[in-house]
């Protein structure tokens, strides 16, 4: 029987950082794929998406580059060729996974290809073989659900990981689900001329997230030309799809539903659950205290929180106890324009009663917006009313994903409205927004 | 006699954003300015010098967009149209202007077209008036020094503000100087297909910023085909113009000269001058009390670092002590790729024997560098060797404008490489390349 110090099963962004940190720390380590390496995220999911999403949105750039002076093409002749945008998306995830080879063979991280089975508390079966280990870490991640799906015709649904390999995408797309994974696929597809209808299950889209950013979305895909539909299940009919009370026409349906765990198959261990993902404690530690769990598995969706809980459970082996900090874990959304969001939502400050100020900004009264030709989007950042600390921030913007750091690291330092005021920003930027945005929580914008 | 709280001498980002200060702070409060509002930045300099590389890069995206899928057109059959990317130039800064008068109306700041003369220590002369205020602030700005190309003939010779304004723009150009402005003039005309040869009068591009930099961008101008001359000066001769002991062929020369300073015209207030700039304390006063000076006129050539003075200024008038920050001030280069630096170079921590440690991480090893197919660039990262605290952070990557803000606000906010590596970067970002350069710094990088 062979014996390690972790065996981490999965490799996705969180199995494989925890992964190589054990290595790194000196423990003798083995990693366990069924699939590929990367999991979902690199083959699958946000990976493929965003190129998809960079494509889309060179395609957005060509035809509006006139405007900028590019001339010498008609815009009526440019097509976006999917095939080939999915083929250089397939040179990149393959180029990426290379590199996570290249990553696990030179911290010396034993791989093993294969569905592993979870028999006791330290054992694992992989490939006919038991292996033992001091600690084991589940990182199986998850996929969307199929059941608010059942009645449909199986051809008719596309789940969106295949989406991102077909060679071709049909012109009337329904999506199914209204969540994060939903509005971005619904965005990338409108840009490349798709017909779109989203249909939501809740209420609102991305029900989570700041009101202000939901209702950005949805005005945004009203512009777009993309239908939502809120509040509604989604069957067959025998005049098509029905969302609600509707027929809708439409040539697929992607499955972009709340997310399920992948469980791996166990024997005498069976984890304790909650809601249908595993339950763990704040190191990571499931109800079996030698089995970690952490990723999607866990019902926490975001790849970076993944690899934050991966970092935590390998550091809770070696004797390090460092919870992982969920309010300060940054979102970003592959939109257009992007969307990023740190901290508490403006409804969770009002649940909690937490008494708070409020600046917003809108890109518009950015230069560098203007500049860019993109002054869609706000800032808008909430602060503890007493301290000024800044306890929320979330931005629409053309580069959001990369402006969120900076309100991250804010947070992350107890920064307060002081802050983001006193720090100078280059001008022109559109991280100057962060300090308007400052400046109007505490009473006097100075562009505004 | 009109009486006022401050007289703002400069509608550049300086005065207009110190006047508006002034104003929300309950001053009475004069602008004058001879030419336009916005002054060099908006008219002339950052902004339209940031919306022709916004236009030179829509070209540059166009041309590369096959790799993305985009379709239909000839690489071939592209032009960059200079006349109509200035036209779309001057309609962004004509709106920015508007906002700007937009602005000083709001906030009840009275503006004066004229050049003013600074009479006395309390006294300003414009328009055949005589004005009087407790306070002056002057903000007159620079322009590139005319002295290195005077043996020229002058039509040669075109000055940076000049070029883009100018309906075209000749074939082949010398760009005399080595500095940022050179640098960003350089990268800009280069994308759009312009012969170009960068005349530097110092050994090294950029001699204060960090030298991983300059060496970056030597090595990427000799990759674009820029020629890079250093240590020369530029003078007629008969067979054209000569760099050094070379006769390069150009059609003009583009002055990127190191700035003087524009003094405003004075009489019984002469104020104390260094190097041609005038002398200022902590708090932006001059050798005459009631005399402020903020911006190019003091020798700081970048438009936030003018604003921050002008607010520091206002502020010290209505009797809040807050110095300027100088060493966490970020620069910006929009070039391709951007860069973004804050803190100290590493040359200047070991001229002052600080010990330090540092990381690198090249962009190649991004995830969403490689999506967005721009992995030219690094991330470096300085911090002290006791207690980790970050002391500059270098970076060229594609948003490097926007990503320099989370490295500003961690110096802000004296964060350490333990903050770096611990807040949470989302996943793919090119922010992520600042946990992993602060692995690096403390030895364990993940994903090197």
């Known amino acids: 029987m062979k014996t390690y110090d972790v065996i981490v099963v ?84 393959g180029k990426l996974v290379k590199g996570i080879e290249f990553l696990l063979k030179k911290n010396k991280v034993q791989v093993i290809s294969g569905e592993a089975r979870l028999l006791r508390g330290h054992d694992v079966q992989v490939a006919g073989e038991v292996l033992t280990a001091g600690h084991i870490i589940i990182a199986t991640g998850s996929r969307p659900d199929r059941a608010p799906l059942a009645t449909l015709p199986a051809n008719l649904v596309v789940e969106v990981d295949e989406l991102f390999s077909r060679t071709d995408v049909p012109e009337k797309l329904v999506i199914a689900g209204g969540d994060t994974v939903a509005c971005e696929t619904a965005s990338m597809l ?55 009370d509707e027929i809708v026409e439409a040539d697929a349906v992607v499955n972009c539903s709340r997310r399920t765990a992948i469980l791996p198959p166990m024997e005498d261990t069976p984890l304790d659950l909650r809601d249908g ?50 309010l300060r874990m940054p979102v970003t959304l592959y939109m257009e324009p992007e969307i990023g969001a740190v901290g508490f939502t403006e409804e969770e400050l009002k649940q909690r009663g937490i008494e708070y100020v409020k600046g917003e900004f809108p890109m518009t009264a950015s230069s560098k917006a203007l500049i860019e030709g993109n002054t869609e989007g706000f800032v808008k950042i909430l602060a503890d009313q007493k301290y000024g600390e800044v306890l929320g921030v979330h931005v629409v913007a053309s ?15 107890e920064g307060t409205l002081d802050d983001l005021i006193r720090v100078v920003h280059a001008h022109p930027t559109v991280s100057e927004t962060f300090r308007e945005a400052g400046f109007k929580a505490s009473g006097k914008p100075l562009h505004m």
């Open 399 to 413: 580069h959001a994903a990369d402006l969120i750091g900076e309100a991250a690291m804010c947070m992350r330092t």
């Open 190 to 244: 409108s840009l490349i001329r798709r017909r779109v209808t989203v249909a939501a299950p809740e209420e609102r889209l991305m029900p989570w997230m700041d009101e202000s950013l939901s209702r950005f979305v949805a005005d945004k895909f009203k512009k777009s030309g993309i239908r939502v539909i809120t509040g509604v299940r989604i069957t067959s009919s025998q005049g098509g799809i029905s969302v609600g």
């Open 277 to 326: 993902f595993v339950e763990i404690n704040e190191f990571m530690q499931t109800s079996v205290p030698s089995v970690y769990a952490i990723g999607d598995v866990t019902g926490r969706i975001f790849a970076h929180v993944a690899s934050a809980q991966g970092v935590c459970a390998v550091h809770h082996i070696a004797g390090l106890r460092e919870p992982v900090d969920y």
């Open 10 to 93: 999965g490799a996705g962004p969180g199995g494989y950082v925890a992964a190589i940190r054990a290595a790194q720390l000196g423990m003798n380590t083995v990693l366990i794929e069924k699939a590929k390496l990367g999991g979902m995220c690199l083959n699958w999911g946000c990976v493929p998406a965003r190129r998809l999403m960079e494509s889309a949105r060179a395609y957005s750039q060509v035809l509006g580059a006139s405007a900028f002076g590019v001339e010498g093409f008609s815009s009526d002749s440019v097509r976006f060729n999917w095939k080939k945008a999915v083929g250089e998306k397939e040179r990149i995830v």
